[in-house]
């Protein structure tokens, strides 16, 4: 019997993050999965929103990430919103531990992805917007989508 293939692309993603914090710096982690939260994830009952990492005791955790319940699952199926332990190396964590101890900054999970075979959490280093940046990054999207709009018409 073959191994089964993992679908490639996103699972994912966290729509908030990037109106509610500006991304300084991202970086991939490796995720400690059960195997009934891998076959739910694969069902597509993964959801990010409002998830973010801590690095406790020298290891990273990711946190308020909720992976449904496998639906074919017995008496051992795993808790929706469990604590997950990140895999990263050694010097990624102990950089991420230095830049999260400034004033402001956090650990963000944007997306949840696949890589060969294995999921994979892209965690943004992140610092929360202000009032004002959320306007001003609403009034740059709006210009964008005026400026497609236009050279949409101008080309047919």
Not at 90 to 112: C, F, H, P, S, W
Request: with cysteine; charged share 30%.
């Amino acid at each position: 019997m073959t191994a089964k293939k993992a679908e490639p692309g996103i699972i994912a993603t966290n729509p908030t993050a990037r109106h509610h914090f500006t991304i300084l710096d991202t970086v991939e982690a490796g995720v400690a999965l059960t195997g009934t939260e891998v076959k739910s994830i694969r069902e597509g009952g993964a959801n990010l929103r409002d998830a973010f990492a801590r690095i406790e005791n020298g290891q990273p955790v990711l946190y308020q990430c909720d992976i449904a319940p496998y639906d074919k699952g017995n008496i051992n199926n795993h808790a929706p919103r469990r604590p997950r332990r990140l895999l990263l190396h050694r010097q990624q964590i102990n950089k991420l531990a230095q830049q999260v101890e400034q004033r402001g900054r956090t650990l963000v999970a944007l997306d949840m992805h696949w890589k060969n075979g294995h999921v994979k959490i892209l965690l943004g280093l992140a610092q929360g917007k202000t009032k004002g940046d959320k306007r001003q990054s609403l009034k740059e999207q709006q210009a964008r989508r005026e400026i497609d709009r236009v050279l949409k018409n101008l080309r047919r």
